[in-house]
């Protein structure tokens, strides 16, 4: 029986042994073979988000701070090549690189894919982050590895590696009001109905929560420096993280100077109200139509007939279905002859399209910080946003006294505000147009170079020595 043991274990043990060999060999040749450059993970680089923006600042930072120093992008996209990456910021958000950065492709990116992870979406993914980092990793080693995309559970793999990690996190993998919408028993489009109406699996979702937030801890915390977005952001991630001193805010970029050269007068004939933003479920899309069908019932008879142009990119086929569905409910509420869909503009249509608007809606529950909030501010479009985080911690608060514009929160808050805006007179509508761009300039894209350049430049110069 023992030489039958023997038999099955020796062969085991030396596999194991071997693969743990081949992998150790193959990170100390990784390491030793390390070049200067800066690796940003990004496996979607054409979601035309706020992040894909902050990417492409960031490339152009890097760019003007150390010029000796390569970028290089790691993408999931087969189709995507330095020369078509460069053109794509300029075109897509007005960031003109200094040099096309260079391109490593990613072709496990599957593992990263909410749609691999039918159940257990937030763990599947990041478990998969790590699997597709040592891709990356393998392929191309660089000095400094910079995470854009909020995977925090690779920024072990890339100490492992040798590089010094540097992130730029819009939001917090998990947050504490996550765990509390489910020890309330909220139903969010991250809390299914089923689980929030059963108190069992409740309980066995905070457990999971709080394992996970326990991680999510331990691997943020291997961060050489760790950039957020938002007063909001930068709160829970120091909780998570409990990396205080290696944290620093910076508010992503927005353009806020191209936008600010727009008139503030907008034709009178027929208002109309923005909504841009990704065709996500998180941006709760439904709740503007409703809030809008009832300002149609509820019109004055001396008020103009209003507008609400939805504007945004659809990443996937998901994407599209939900954009789909949300034209279905324009035609349902009978307001579909007043509403228009924009899918996939260029930045140039986009700052068009802003300079119609009088004001610009906003529905996301806890935005990490709203850079589509800013956009409408510095367009000249009074802002109405939802009453949470980063709206309404750093952005639509009052300048020099004025009101910048309006928080809501639910379907007749909303109403009431576009109510508000349509009622407002001129006067008093560009008096608060003007302080609302006053408010956008604190969030400019030269802002951000300078917080960024500012933030980074201990770890480069360090990592430099």
């Not at 274990?9 to 390390?34: E, G, V």
């Not at 897509?92 to 599957?110: A, T």
């Not at 992870?117 to 040592?134: A, C, K, N």
């Not at 905070?206 to 952001?233: E, K, P, Q």
């Amino acid at each position: 029986m023992e030489n039958w043991i023997f038999i099955l274990i020796i062969p085991l043990f030396t596999a194991i042994l071997t693969l743990l060999l081949t992998f150790s060999s193959q990170i100390i040749n990784t390491r030793r073979n390390r070049k200067r450059a800066v690796g940003f993970f990004h496996p979607f680089t054409n979601d035309g988000g706020g992040g894909e923006r902050v990417l492409w600042c960031a490339v152009k930072a890097i760019q003007e701070e150390n010029p000796d120093l390569d970028c290089v992008i790691y993408t999931g996209d087969h189709d995507a090549s330095p020369q078509s990456l460069a053109a794509r910021a300029t075109d897509r958000f007005g960031v003109k690189l200094l040099y096309p950065p260079m391109v490593v492709h990613l072709y496990k990116r599957k593992w990263v894919e909410e749609t691999s992870y039918p159940r257990f979406t937030m763990i599947g993914q990041s478990f998969g982050s790590i699997y597709l980092s040592w891709e990356a990793l393998c392929k191309f080693t660089p000095l400094y590895y910079f995470d854009t995309s909020g995977y925090a559970f690779t920024y072990p793999i890339a100490r492992i590696f040798g590089c010094k990690v540097i992130c730029y996190t819009h939001y917090p993998t998990i947050s504490l009001d996550m765990i509390s919408r489910v020890r309330d028993r909220s139903s969010m489009y991250n809390n299914d109905a089923s689980i929030a109406k059963s108190g069992w699996l409740s309980r066995c979702k905070i457990i999971y929560y709080t394992f996970f937030s326990w991680m999510y801890g331990y691997v943020g915390s291997c961060a050489h420096l760790a950039m957020v977005n938002s007063s909001w952001t930068q709160s829970h991630i120091e909780k998570l993280w409990k990396i205080p001193n290696r944290t620093k805010r910076v508010y992503p970029p927005c353009d806020t100077s191209g936008l600010q050269a727009l008139p503030l007068e907008r034709p009178a004939e027929t208002p109309i109200f923005i909504s841009v933003a990704q065709f996500r479920p998180e941006k709760a899309h439904p709740l503007q139509l409703e809030a809008f069908s009832l300002v149609i019932r509820k019109l004055d008879a001396n008020l103009p007939r209003p507008k609400l142009q939805f504007v945004g990119s659809c990443r996937n086929k998901s994407d599209e279905e939900r954009l789909q569905k949300l034209q279905d409910k324009a035609i349902e509420l009978k307001v579909d002859g007043d509403v228009q869909f924009y899918k996939n503009v260029m930045y140039r249509d986009l700052v068009s399209l802003l300079g119609g608007a009088i004001a610009g809606m906003h529905s996301m529950t806890d935005e990490h910080f709203g850079i589509s909030v800013v956009e409408y501010m510095a367009a000249g479009a009074i802002p109405i946003a939802h009453n949470t985080a980063g709206p309404k911690m750093d952005i639509v608060l009052e300048e020099d006294g004025q009101q910048t514009g309006f928080l809501a929160q639910n379907v007749e808050e909303y109403a009431d505000a576009i109510l508000r805006v349509l009622r407002m007179p001129e006067t008093e509508r560009l008096m608060m147009a003007t302080a609302a761009r006053r408010r956008a300039s604190r969030f400019s894209e030269q802002r951000f170079y300078e917080d960024f350049k500012a933030a980074i430049r201990p770890v480069l110069n360090h990592g430099s020595r």
